[in-house]
């Protein structure tokens, strides 16, 4: 799906762009990627489970670019991508189709300057306009930041998930569900 570009100043006065991906930014969601994987645990992922494979990100890039509801959405500051979106539908399922997963990344050295809030209200009103209903996501239920502005933009715990994470300590960490009806 097509994302249209705009550009819009964040608190430090900076113009981050905001676009759809493509496939030449691969290697630069990839390098996104392990720089947000070294930052923080409030990810998916530790570093060394992500793997090189640029191919394999451009072919990703390209399911989403030809797909009718998915989306991703890239902040790019002084040619560098800070932040991402995506979104895609929970499953391919008639009865889930108007449900999606969102997901949303910033680089530390760029939190609190309004990117994720920008790529939030992007994602919904992209959401919106390709028919989905209602919005999904999992949260770190100690990422504070996180879920402050998940609520700023309508999002409301519906579950939460006991033990969902468990770091390379031994400590575990309780996932939050949030949705929003759009």
Not at 139 to 161: M, P, S, T
């Amino acid at each position: 799906m097509n994302v249209c570009e705009c550009v819009i100043s964040c608190k430090s006065g900076d113009q981050v762009i905001y676009r759809g991906v493509k496939k030449e930014d691969a290697e630069a969601l990839y390098q996104h990627q392990c720089t947000i994987a070294q930052e923080t645990y409030f990810t998916s992922l530790y570093p060394e489970e992500l793997l090189y494979n640029i191919e394999g990100k451009v072919e990703r890039i390209k399911e989403i670019q030809n797909h009718p509801v998915h989306f991703q959405i890239v902040a790019i500051n002084d040619g560098k991508i800070v932040g991402q979106a995506e979104v895609r539908v929970v499953k391919n399922h008639l009865k889930y189709k108007h449900r999606a997963n969102i997901g949303i990344s910033i680089d530390r050295d760029h939190w609190g300057m309004g990117i994720g809030s920008s790529l939030m209200k992007l994602a919904l009103h992209q959401a919106k306009e390709n028919g989905l209903e209602q919005m999904e996501l999992g949260v770190y239920a100690d990422n504070e930041r996180a879920i402050h502005l998940y609520q700023k933009h309508g999002f409301e715990q519906c579950g939460i998930w006991k033990n969902a994470f468990k770091l390379k300590d031994g400590t575990y960490r309780d996932e939050i569900l949030m949705s929003k009806i759009l």
